[in-house]
């Protein structure tokens, strides 16, 4: 599993970045994969509004929200957390936010279903000085709001008044060990799920098919990984094509390598559609052949066919996903 932090404070080493490191620590330590994504460090300009997310459902500007996207796409729980700073999340926390505008016009202007939607869950971590009744409400809200555009389930906050100067968190009598019992009741669920590595040669039409679907229909029993012996440089745009006639959202996703899928853990299944490799990098993992034909260079009309077949296969495994025994 993955969880994405975003760290909104641009004080180094402030109360918010000491908070999140504990949160992602502990889920680090009981097996998650994290990233800690310090937000002030990046290059993030504001929303510009010029409409082409609304038009074409990606945003033109080059910067590095480019590469937060696809991090956005892949978590399984987004932490968003920051300080207040007049009432609301800080200026750098609150450009990506703004930004989150492509995805939302993806989900709500051109009806795209991201396949994690159903499953990925958003949390809030914030502090601020004073004692303020309504200290936190205005980034409630916005956590609310941000969360529901990137297709996550809003699912609570930890936040703490009185925290002022840095480190003074670390004195606060409860805020540490909530953070790390927080962490523990999001992630477990997750690590309970089955893990299956669908493969292929080039990683860009088979095994996203599948992952996608897998993770579509089953995302809470099943954690879906894919990757090709070969990876191509981008996925294939036909599949993208057919898979969003059916509503589902491709975008954001890369080929990846067998290396690369193996150092995000030892899958449980591993379903192989023309490649052998994977199965010698995972010795005594359980394996599948799935006998499904390469659609590269073929008509829209093979590709279609495809996807149905993969749908199915994945449907029938699903069914029986329950006998997939875990990997020790
Ligand atoms: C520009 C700015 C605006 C702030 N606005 C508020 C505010 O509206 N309410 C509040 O309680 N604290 C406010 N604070 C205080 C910070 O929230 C507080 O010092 C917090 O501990 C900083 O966290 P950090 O160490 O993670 O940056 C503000 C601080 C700054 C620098």
Request: net charge neutral; with cysteine; glycine share 8%.
């Amino acid at each position: 599993m993955f969880i994405l932090g975003l760290q909104g404070s641009p004080r180094a080493e402030g109360n918010t970045s000491i908070l999140l490191t504990t949160f992602l620590t502990e889920a680090d330590r009981l097996g998650a994969n994290i990233y800690n994504l310090d937000v002030p460090t990046k290059n993030i300009s504001p929303c510009q509004e010029c409409g082409t997310c609304k038009r074409e459902g990606f945003c033109p500007i080059d910067d590095d929200m480019q590469q937060v996207y696809p991090l956005l796409r892949q978590a399984d729980i987004i932490v968003m957390a920051t300080p207040i700073f007049f009432y609301g999340p800080t200026a750098q926390m609150k450009a990506l936010i703004d930004r989150s505008q492509a995805l939302w016009s993806r989900k709500y202007v051109h009806n795209l279903i991201d396949p994690g939607q159903k499953w990925r869950l958003g949390f809030l971590l914030s502090l601020g000085a004073t004692k303020g009744k309504n200290l936190f409400e205005g980034t409630n809200l916005t956590a609310k709001y941000f969360f529901d555009a990137v297709g996550a389930s809003f699912t609570g906050s930890l936040t703490y008044r009185q925290i002022e100067e840095a480190g003074a968190i670390i004195k606060h009598p409860t805020a540490l060990a909530d953070a790390k019992e927080k962490a523990k009741s999001l992630v477990l669920p997750f690590l309970n799920r089955k893990k299956i590595l669908f493969t292929c040669t080039g990683n860009t039409c088979r095994s996203q098919m599948a992952s996608a679907f897998a993770q579509y229909h089953a995302g809470d029993k099943i954690e879906a990984e894919s990757a090709g012996s070969a990876p191509a440089q981008e996925v294939n745009p036909i599949m993208e094509k057919v898979m969003r006639e059916k509503g589902i959202d491709m975008a954001f996703r890369k080929p990846k390598s067998i290396d690369e899928a193996a150092r995000l853990g030892n899958p449980d299944l591993i379903i192989s559609m023309g490649c052998e490799e994977a199965c010698t990098l995972f010795p005594g993992v359980p394996n599948k052949e799935w006998d499904i034909p390469d659609p590269f260079g073929k008509s829209i009309a093979f590709m279609r066919n495809i996807r149905d077949d993969i749908e199915e296969m994945v449907g029938s495994l699903i069914k029986n996903s329950k006998n997939i025994r875990s990997c020790p």
